[in-house]
Every structure is written in structure tokens, then in C-alpha cells.
């Protein structure tokens, strides 16, 4: 009777005469957001003109950027508190001062961190849960043409500085910062910076170079190593030992004003790049000896190579580091791919490859295309390894995908179905689904929201219009709804992005941002439109 009961009395009686399975208390305790709904809005709220990044995983912060965007803005969420002298206070509309910003969020301070010619990422922000540390980025302009030079290769867009602040973010204090200058690290919603635990990695994609970093409770960011040109500390220093010991070797063949001439053009020939980079290297060897073993008979070992590796091989040279990601404390996700893939938005039908690296034994141990579906099956069943969330954080541990919830899987599996079938039209479209799922990977860090508003074992809703997925929506007309699973007829809230009458007139495309609190019954929805003051509702629970 209580199971099916949605009665928050009858909730809180149940669980106190039973006792959850095993492993099953936190998901038993998430039940309860079936009853604690944000039941109310307040359209069109009075607030700062800030925009508005995303609570803080552990709910203690909500981020927000200055207009100018020269200025960071911490507010810690209260709950809304009134005095009410009537006897039946749920009958009466809240009081004017209950329904501005302020009731809701306590502003913490404001602090500066861009210069003058610089701008705050406003995309950009990854959380450290364990020490409450929040890791921001401002750049200068960016340059599209900008020359090649000091090793970067053509056609990558350079940023004069790029600068990544460490704040703690319980009294705005700037502990370190970190700076890359005429470099270019994909910042839009953190896709070319990954935090795991206290790790991060950076991707230069100018210079296809994997920085990791340590960021210690101190405070501090740490260099641990850099992977690109070269994998392991001493590969530098024995590249320029060996050019060295072949300059000794031409001295003693040729007369003293020759000898420091070539020295020092075989010294620059070796700083020049005459060999691939040292991940480049490890790629080529993996590829080479997979194909190797595939067959034991010598002279279809030849053929296999000749047609699978040599005749590919200039592309497999020409390949670029796009993303990386963690997977555990020593395995990166690193995807390859075209130089134009490395600066376009959409990817999605682009030829890429996938690597798995061993930071510590620096070796390639996996290799797939994006098209493989050997890839896509491994995703299927363990798309949860690929988010790669902190140890520390007990709130991203619940997010919904296919590999833990089963109507996440039936739809991707639905999906699926649809673009599979015998003949060869469809095995392009099958394919081309493939490829699209897999243009998602590596992950984006932190990109999701925590919230059991988006549990697909408890809501239903239109993943079209809103979803855990921080990203801009096209807004709509009509309130989005949340369905129970459980009650597949029972609505249990409502979310409408934009002023409480609607649009009278036809106005541009107006786009809305979410942004759900992971704990209390507690979201914000921020309607923009172009050349238009954004309109921002409170949604709560009264």
C-alpha cells in the first residue's frame, strides 16, 4: 500500500517499519522528491544583471559572471522565510519582498579576475568538491590566423594569454593561478580541460600537448607532466644527449669550422621535429602491432600491412589530439582526429579515433574508430566509466544514463532500432548513429546536473526541451512537465521558462538555460533573448 502511496506521511511511516535492501538506501531516499516538488514559480524575479553559471555540485554556491565579464559573483543559496499573521497562509500570495533574489541567495562577495584586455570564460567553471575550490579561466581575443611558429601547427586559432585561477570559494581568496601564453585550450563548457580527484589535464591543441596538473590542498597548482612531443621526463634530455653524441661523431671527421656548423645544424634538425612525437610514436607502434598479430602466415602478414597500415599511414601521421579525458588516476581517453575537426563545433560525422593511454608505462593499450562497434557496446554497457566522476563526490554517483537506468537504455536502444536494418541504406544511417553517439565522448567534465529532478527512475520529461546536460535550449511556449514513472498519469510539476503570459508578439529565437540546485527542491530558469534584458524565474517548493 505505501509503495504506490504518494503521500509524504505515508512515505515517512513506510520507511520507518522497513528497512531498505541492501545498497539500496540512498535510491529508497531519493523517492522522497516525488513528493518534494518545486510547486511554485516566481516569473520574472528582480534580480542582479549577472549571468548565471550553475550551482555547485554539493549545492553550496551558485557561480555567477559579471555582464562585463571581468568579475566573479558567489551567492550562497538560502531558503525563502516569511511572516505570515493570516490562518491559512498557502491561500495567499507570497509578500513583494519574498519574491525578489535576495530572499533566495546571499551574495558572498565579488571579486575581479580578469585584467584589462582580458574576459572570464563565462562557460568555464570546474568545482574541487573536497576542498571547495573553484578552478575559472579568462583569455584575451582570439587570433584565426595567426603564424605557426615555436612548434604549433597550422590552422589552430592562437589566444594571446590564457590565464586558469584557483579560488576558494568560501572568501573569493585567489590561491594560484596557471598561464598559457599564444596558446590555444578549448574553454567552451570546460571541453578541453578535465578535473578528476585532484587532477587535471589541459589540451593544447595548438601545440598537441596534454598537461597534467596536481592541485594540492594547499592551494597550489602542480606540474606533473606534460604528454605530446614527448611521454616520458627524460625523453628531452636523451633526444638532445643523442644529438649531442652525433655532433661529437662529425667532429671527428671533418675539420674544426665544419665541425660546429653541422653540429649545429644536426642539433636544430632534432629540435626541428625530424621524428613524430613521442605519442604519435606510440600510436603508430600500437597500430602496427595490431595488425601484425592478426595474421601468423608471413606473406598475408605483409599484405595486412601494406593495406591496413602503410597505405594509411600518412593519415594516421596526420592525425591531431582533439579531447582528452580521465578515465581512472592513470588512464586517459584521448581522441584523434582531422585538423578541422580540432576547431569545428560539429563533429559529429567527421572521421575520429579513439586511444586509450597509460600515463604511467606511457603506452596506447586500446585503438577504435568512432565508428566501431566494438566501441559503441562498451559504451552501452559502461557509459558510467566514461563520466569518471571524483571519488569524493557522493552527488554525481546518481546521474542517469544507460548503463544504470533502463529507460535510458530502452531509449537509446529504440534509437537504435531505427537506424539498424539489413541493407546498406540503413547501415550508413546505423553508422552514422554511431558516430553521432560517439562525437559525445570524451565526456565534457562536470557537464551534468546532480539533481533528482533528472532521476529517469523517478521523472519523466522531454530530454528535447530540458535535460541534466548543462546546455542551452531552444525555449518554448508551453511548460515543460515532469511525469512520474511510477504514476505514468500523475504530473507532478511544471517548469516555464519566460514571463508568466507567454510571448504576446512575435519576438527572435529566445533560447533558456536550467539550473537546478542537486539537493533542495530549488531551480532557476533563465530565458535570453538577442538585444533583450533575460527574464528569470524562481522555482520552489512553498
Given at each position: ?154 590552422g ?9 585561477h ?6 573569493g ?28 589535464s589541459i ?38 644527449s ?42 603508430l ?11 601468423t ?18 593519415d ?25 575537426g ?102 565534457s ?7 533528482p ?71 532557476l ?18
Amino acid at each position: 500500500m505505501f509503495k504506490t502511496n504518494t503521500n509524504l506521511t505515508a512515505r515517512i511511516f513506510h520507511r520507518q517499519i522497513l528497512t531498505p535492501r541492501p545498497s539500496t538506501s540512498v535510491h529508497c531516499a531519493r523517492q522522497f522528491y516525488e513528493n518534494l516538488v518545486p510547486n511554485c514559480t516566481i516569473y520574472n524575479v528582480d534580480c542582479p544583471d549577472h549571468s548565471f553559471r550553475k550551482f555547485t555540485d554539493d549545492g553550496q554556491y551558485l557561480i555567477s559572471i559579471s555582464r562585463n565579464h571581468q568579475d566573479l559573483i558567489v551567492y550562497r543559496p538560502t531558503w525563502l522565510s516569511f511572516s505570515c499573521k493570516e490562518e491559512n497562509c498557502h491561500s495567499h500570495d507570497l509578500p513583494p519582498k519574498a519574491k525578489r533574489f535576495d530572499s533566495f541567495f546571499t551574495q558572498l562577495y565579488c571579486v575581479s579576475l580578469a585584467s584589462s584586455n582580458e574576459l572570464i570564460c563565462k562557460d568555464f567553471f570546474l568545482y574541487v568538491e573536497s576542498n571547495q575550490f573553484g578552478l575559472f579561466a579568462t583569455s584575451t581575443v582570439q587570433i584565426q590566423d595567426a603564424p605557426a611558429t615555436g612548434g604549433a601547427i597550422d590552422g589552430v586559432p592562437s589566444i594571446e594569454k590564457i590565464t586558469f585561477h584557483l579560488v576558494r570559494l568560501e572568501d573569493g581568496i585567489i590561491l594560484d593561478e596557471k598561464v598559457f601564453c599564444n596558446d590555444f585550450v578549448n574553454l567552451a563548457h570546460s571541453t578541453g580541460v578535465f578535473l578528476y580527484d585532484d587532477l587535471l589535464s589541459i589540451m593544447s591543441l595548438r601545440y598537441q600537448k596534454i598537461h597534467i596538473l596536481q592541485i594540492r590542498g594547499s592551494g597550489n597548482l602542480v606540474d606533473v607532466r606534460v604528454i605530446g612531443a614527448f611521454c616520458r621526463e627524460d625523453d628531452e634530455l636523451f633526444l638532445n644527449s643523442h644529438a649531442q653524441c652525433m655532433a661529437f661523431l662529425d667532429n671527428s671527421r671533418q675539420d674544426e669550422s665544419s665541425t660546429v656548423e653541422n653540429g649545429q645544424q644536426h642539433h636544430q634538425h632534432i629540435q626541428g621535429g625530424s621524428f613524430l612525437s613521442g605519442i604519435k610514436q606510440r600510436l603508430l607502434s600500437f597500430i602496427f602491432r595490431g595488425i601484425w598479430n592478426e595474421e601468423t602466415d608471413h606473406t598475408l602478414r605483409v599484405q595486412s600491412l601494406k593495406k591496413k597500415f602503410y597505405f594509411h599511414f600518412q593519415d594516421y601521421v596526420d592525425l591531431i589530439m582533439w579531447k582528452v579525458q580521465f578515465l581512472d588516476r592513470h588512464h586517459l581517453l584521448i581522441k584523434f582526429g582531422s585538423l578541422d575537426g580540432g576547431v569545428s563545433r560539429n563533429t559529429d560525422q567527421l572521421p575520429a579515433f579513439f586511444a586509450v593511454y597509460n600515463m604511467e608505462t606511457t603506452e596506447i593499450i586500446a585503438f577504435y574508430q568512432n565508428s566501431a562497434d566494438e566501441l559503441y557496446h562498451l559504451f552501452e554497457q559502461f557509459c558510467d566509466h566514461f563520466h569518471a566522476t571524483s571519488r569524493a563526490s557522493s552527488h554525481m554517483n546518481f546521474i542517469s544514463s544507460h548503463s544504470n537506468s533502463i529507460h535510458a537504455l530502452e531509449q537509446l536502444r529504440s534509437f537504435k532500432n531505427k537506424a539498424s536494418n539489413m541493407s546498406q541504406v540503413t547501415f550508413s544511417l546505423r553508422e552514422a548513429f554511431v558516430k553521432k553517439l560517439m562525437a559525445s565522448l570524451p565526456f565534457s567534465c562536470q557537464s551534468q546536473s546532480p539533481s533528482p529532478y533528472f532521476d529517469q527512475s523517478l521523472f519523466r520529461f522531454d530530454e528535447k526541451l530540458i535535460s541534466a546536460t548543462d546546455r542551452h535550449r531552444q525555449s518554448t511556449e508551453h511548460p515543460i512537465k515532469f511525469i512520474s514513472r511510477r504514476q505514468p498519469n500523475s504530473l507532478k510539476f511544471k517548469i516555464k521558462p519566460g514571463p508568466e503570459a507567454g510571448e504576446v508578439v512575435a519576438r527572435p529565437k529566445r533560447i533558456s538555460s536550467f539550473l537546478f540546485h542537486p539537493i533542495l527542491p530549488l531551480a532557476l530558469s533563465v530565458q535570453q533573448t538577442f538585444m533583450q534584458p533575460s527574464v528569470v524565474n524562481i522555482h520552489f517548493r512553498r
